[in-house]
């Protein structure tokens, strides 16, 4: 826990009212329980960084585009694939 990293964040500049792109310090982060894809059965690690900024975002199953978690919080997670899943048929 407790790791500096540095994430791109979009930002808004009141200023110039133009979007942009700035980096953020995370605050901390934990490995939390692995999450699996319902649709094809993909296995994601999961790292909570906690961020200062509020985060609105989403993430799809990068195997067959299910989307597995939505989220607008300081806490945010990442996912990283470790096992591949069936590719649905359907597909």
Same mark, same amino acid.
Do not use: A, I
């Given at each position: 826990?407790?790791?500096?990293?540095? /994430?791109?964040? &979009?930002?808004?500049?009141?200023?110039?009212?133009?979007?942009?792109?700035?980096?953020? $310090?995370?605050?901390?982060?934990?490995?939390?329980?692995? !999450?699996?894809?319902? $649709?094809?059965?993909?296995?994601? !690690?999961?790292?909570?960084?906690? /961020? &200062?900024?509020?985060? !609105?975002?989403? /993430?799809?199953?990068?195997?067959?585009?299910?989307?597995?978690?939505?989220?607008?919080?300081?806490?945010?997670?990442? /996912? !990283?694939?470790?096992?591949?899943?069936?590719?649905?048929?359907?597909?």
């Amino acid at each position: 826990m407790g790791h500096d990293w540095l /994430f791109l964040q &979009p930002l808004y500049d009141n200023k110039t009212h133009q979007n942009g792109v700035g980096m953020v $310090k995370t605050w901390s982060s934990s490995k939390v329980d692995d !999450e699996v894809c319902k $649709k094809c059965g993909s296995v994601y !690690e999961v790292t909570m960084h906690r /961020f &200062p900024l509020r985060d !609105e975002d989403s /993430f799809n199953c990068s195997v067959c585009g299910n989307l597995m978690r939505k989220w607008n919080d300081t806490h945010c997670p990442m /996912f !990283e694939l470790k096992q591949k899943g069936e590719v649905p048929s359907d597909q």
